[in-house]
């Protein structure tokens, strides 16, 4: 591979690995996590910034559905600038936070701001063990085979979703969604394999001017992720969107240089393969990630709550390619930094 650009190469292609990690270290603390994320929490709230809100968006809801816990996410900065909307009025309550560095600012005044108004808990997840975030508050979920050299976040993202995920399956009890997250690296290192053209191909192609990312339900904040991999990355024009809000006025932009990428779920399968259609009938060409599509021989027996990840290497490469194609290097993303701090 070319220069520009190795440290993210080697992050996206090398997620796997991590994720082998991030498994055997969260299995080796099974009896503590149940203890801690059964506690009769009234609400969860899940929060970081920029990819980790994103994160965030896609965590809450597997959390809700297999603790029976409302959950939400919501922006770091919503949690210290508005705590009279965002917190709850009273605990128990968890806070999630969320930050690859452990060192955003942002995390840091959101997790100050909880303790100082809400009974509860702070479950820190970071990749750095020595940072702000996981010294300041007990019992860290480390990814700490996902610290990264580049700018923008690839394996850490997946890295800390799937920590994420163990751990509310584990306290659940849910040895179904454990057994199908256990199977996830294997399946990583077939499918970036055997899908690394198809997303060179897709983000070279000069013809392709407009991405649009769709995803509901336990996609969502994957699409928004997918969205910022290309934005930052590429400096492309593109957006995120629900699959149904999307003809509520975002279709206007739709024309045949546009690519729309549907992460697709299982309980909205059938309205969401129609706005496809209906986008194809107005010129995009779509790109399926999901039952359909490349992942389809790779994710069966895997449910819509812990395939996701395995959409993510995809648009990675595909931003990775489109942004060498139009001369950048993605491991220095234009007017970003690591970590930011207030």
């Not at 929490?41 to 597997?62: K, M, N, R, V």
């Not at 890295?159 to 659940?172: R, Y």
Request: contains cysteine.
């Amino acid at each position: 591979m070319p220069n520009r650009g190795a440290y993210t190469w080697d992050e996206i292609v090398g997620q796997p690995v991590a994720w082998e990690i991030a498994l055997e270290d969260v299995l080796s603390r099974q009896a503590e996590l149940k203890a801690r994320l059964r506690k009769g929490f009234s609400e969860a709230i899940f929060t970081g910034c920029g990819s980790s809100y994103y994160l965030a968006l896609a965590a809450a809801p597997f959390f809700q559905v297999v603790l029976g816990v409302r959950a939400r996410a919501v922006p770091a900065s919503e949690v210290f600038l508005f705590p009279e909307v965002v917190l709850p009025a009273q605990g128990p309550a968890l806070l999630v936070t969320i930050s690859r560095s452990g060192e955003t600012t942002e995390v840091l005044r959101a997790a100050e701001t909880f303790s100082s108004r809400v009974e509860g808990d702070i479950l820190p997840i970071t990749c750095y063990e020595t940072s702000t975030l996981a010294q300041s508050y007990s019992q860290p979920l480390v990814a700490r085979a996902a610290k990264e050299r580049s700018i923008v976040e690839t394996s850490s993202f997946t890295s800390m979703l799937l920590i994420a995920q163990l751990a509310t399956a584990v306290a659940g009890e849910r040895s179904d969604y454990l057994a199908q997250l256990r199977k996830l690296p294997a399946l990583g290192k077939e499918l970036i394999e055997a899908q690394k053209d198809s997303a060179r191909q897709m983000g070279e192609d000069p013809e392709i001017e407009r991405f649009f990312f769709l995803g509901s339900g336990p996609n969502y904040g994957l699409a928004c992720e997918g969205m910022l991999k290309m934005k930052e990355t590429s400096l492309s024009y593109c957006e995120a969107f629900h699959f149904m809000e999307f003809r509520h006025g975002p279709k206007s932009m739709i024309d045949d240089r546009s690519l729309v990428v549907g992460l697709l779920s299982d309980s909205g399968r059938e309205h969401e393969l129609a706005v496809l259609e209906e986008m194809r009938s107005l010129g995009a060409r779509t790109f399926e990630l999901g039952p359909e599509g490349p992942l389809a021989g790779l994710t069966k027996g895997l449910s819509e709550w812990t395939r996701g990840i395995l959409s993510m290497p995809i648009l990675q490469l595909m931003a990775y390619y489109r942004a060498l194609a139009r001369g950048l290097d993605p491991d220095s993303p234009t007017h970003l930094e690591a970590v930011v701090l207030l």
